[in-house]
């Protein structure tokens, strides 16, 4: 179960972006608070992606404010001067992973880490034994310790999005936002996908934006989603109230590619052994 709101973790005013080719984001506002798990739903070029990029401040916006854990990320078109060091509670999860391929599943891990350490130590990427062996416990926390020393490039596509996940554990990253996860994975690699999401959220009580083109997903594992169409919120509500009658009408003919298969997965749960709580603790 989701942890009660409390206070606003991300909050987003009057958001717009133009590309020369189309109004991305139009006059976008939103709250999300502490320990939500919200879906961003939409097709293709509804703007999801863009969003979440404009919440990391890894793009500036044309207009407006976004503020997130208290601490303002861009203005009116300008980033923070501080955002590296915001950045080390915002981690970002990628839909085709932005792991290293040649370097070893353990060492992307500790990328996580990089925000928070000293600039000499981060270019030199020099890690403490105290740090590796958090990476080797994250890694362990997602079912993929075995492959600690494996390059990258070996890993199945389901375990590269685990390894992204274990980078954000050692990160300790306060809210995640990860950006189509499941898009390119096999129906069960997406579901363990979605249900270490859902663990991390729930046993650490971070606040999770997961973007996604499956309905079914957000109505299974978020209470919450938030409906984009051309760069504007069409719906936010309930994931529950998502009907197909409702997607139709938000979305007309792309409904369909949207909605997928309905409700006859059984509740979200963690894999067995997979108990996040002894390292978000540490």
Request: charged share 20%; net charge positive; glycine share 8%.
């Amino acid at each position: 179960m989701d942890l009660p709101p409390t206070s606003p973790a991300i909050e987003i005013r009057r958001l717009s972006k133009t590309f020369p080719c189309c109004k991305a984001l139009d006059d976008v506002n939103l709250t999300i608070q502490e320990g939500e798990m919200v879906a961003l739903i939409g097709a293709s070029g509804s703007g999801k992606s863009t969003l979440l990029r404009h919440i990391a401040g890894f793009v500036a916006a044309d207009a407006g404010e976004i503020v997130v854990l208290d601490r303002v990320v861009q203005q009116e078109g300008r980033i923070a001067s501080n955002i590296r060091a915001q950045r080390a509670q915002i981690g970002f999860v990628f839909q085709q992973f932005n792991l290293v391929n040649r370097l070893p599943v353990a060492t992307n891990v500790l990328i996580g880490l990089l925000y928070r350490m000293p600039l000499w130590r981060s270019l030199l990427m020099r890690f403490t034994t105290a740090e590796r062996q958090r990476a080797l416990e994250a890694l362990a926390a997602v079912g993929i310790e075995k492959f600690a020393w494996q390059r990258a490039s070996t890993l199945s596509g389901g375990q590269q999005q685990r390894a992204a996940l274990a980078r954000c554990l050692v990160q300790e990253a306060k809210v995640i936002l990860a950006d189509e996860p499941i898009a390119s994975l096999d129906p069960e690699s997406a579901r363990n996908v979605m249900e270490l999401l859902a663990g991390m959220n729930r046993e650490r009580g971070c606040t999770v934006v997961v973007s996604l083109h499956q309905v079914e997903f957000a109505i299974k594992y978020c209470r919450r989603t938030i409906a984009l169409y051309r760069g504007r919120v069409v719906y936010d509500g309930p994931s529950a109230a998502l009907t197909p009658q409702l997607l139709g009408e938000l979305y007309g003919s792309d409904a369909e590619s949207l909605f997928g298969m309905m409700l006859d997965s059984p509740a979200v749960k963690l894999p067995a052994g997979k108990n996040l709580t002894p390292l978000l603790a540490a």
